[in-house]
């Protein structure tokens, strides 16, 4: 089953499957009629602290990474949960999500763990 991410401002298409919002916050300026989200897993999300830490500084990325990888394994509940989403459907998996930069945000690292476990 592919996973894909988007960001919550782009379209709408089919082929995003089941969407899930991957942010703690929901994004600014969008209706919850207009997101069309199947799941909202704002618990999978980097804590407050990390995002604030991070602050979507490029630079910052690779320690990003590994700080919310750290996170998300002391939380593995949090990653079997989102990977029994994904196995469950069946179909395509978007992962979607709020930042403006489109290969820095924790959507790419979820994306690249899930691709990695073959999910």
């Not at 830490?53 to 949090?78: I, M, P, R, S, V």
Request: net charge negative; glycine share 4%; no cysteine.
């Amino acid at each position: 089953m592919p996973v894909n991410i988007k960001r919550a401002y782009d379209d709408i298409s089919k082929k995003d499957g089941v969407r899930i919002l991957v942010d703690r916050l929901w994004p600014r300026g969008i209706s919850k009629e207009d997101l069309q989200i199947d799941h909202w897993m704002k618990e999978v999300a980097p804590s407050d602290e990390l995002r604030k830490w991070f602050d979507h500084e490029t630079e910052k990325f690779e320690g990003f990474k590994k700080k919310y990888k750290k996170e998300l394994d002391d939380n593995n509940e949090l990653m079997e949960e989102l990977k029994d989403i994904v196995i469950k459907h069946k179909k395509n998996v978007t992962l979607v999500y709020g930042a403006k930069d489109e290969e820095h945000n924790q959507a790419v690292v979820l994306k690249e763990i899930l691709d990695r476990q073959q999910v």
